[in-house]
């Protein structure tokens, strides 16, 4: 069996969003594992003393395995290929080879997004995605991986969960990416091939 992870935004000494990250661990460890998780992840990062943005990657299977630092620049992403799959991502692996496949398929683009056989948006290579309409954020209801800034964000009430089909993106008013290290970013005129 492959092993997890978790990536972590850290600046200036700061772990976000790390109740979220623990609700995934423990959910991940007890799937898996079949056990109940007594790692806590606050006692096993010690951020850099800098006010660089990092990556902290948390390795773990039923025991954390690493936790290492990486200082974190964000792409620019505007572009998506768009990719019909029904690959299955339900657990952030470090087998993401799938993923890695699909996202080679992207040309000179530069993201991929995802759409299952049914034609409902799951997520990019890295993100999961949102759409405005009408002054209302969507997010899909089923989407590859369950996120932590996505929980975040269905938490407070500012993404509201729904099928979401790709020609629903045809009349948007806005489309975003969320994940980790990014948080919530607002993709004005972005394109889809």
Aim: charged residues 30%.
């Amino acid at each position: 069996m492959s092993q997890f992870f978790e990536t972590i935004k850290v600046q200036n000494g700061v772990i976000y969003n790390l109740p979220f990250h623990q609700q995934r661990l423990n959910y991940t460890i007890e799937k898996n594992f079949s056990q109940k998780s007594d790692i806590s992840l606050k006692d096993f990062i010690y951020p850099p003393k800098t006010n660089l943005l990092y990556r902290c990657k948390v390795i773990y299977k039923h025991e954390i395995k690493s936790v290492d630092f990486y200082p974190y620049t964000p792409k620019i992403i505007k572009s998506f290929k768009i990719i019909h799959s029904d690959v299955k991502y339900p657990f952030k692996s470090t087998d993401r080879s799938s993923i890695d496949e699909l996202f080679s398929k992207r040309d000179d683009l530069d993201e991929i997004l995802i759409v299952d056989k049914n034609g409902f948006i799951k997520d990019t290579s890295i993100a999961n995605i949102a759409i405005k309409k009408d002054g209302l954020w969507f997010t899909p209801k089923n989407p590859l991986l369950k996120g932590t800034m996505r929980e975040k964000f269905l938490e407070d009430n500012i993404l509201i969960p729904k099928e979401i089909k790709l020609k629903d993106i045809e009349n948007i008013d806005n489309f975003a990416i969320m994940n980790a290290m990014i948080g919530f970013v607002e993709i004005k005129k972005a394109i889809f091939r």
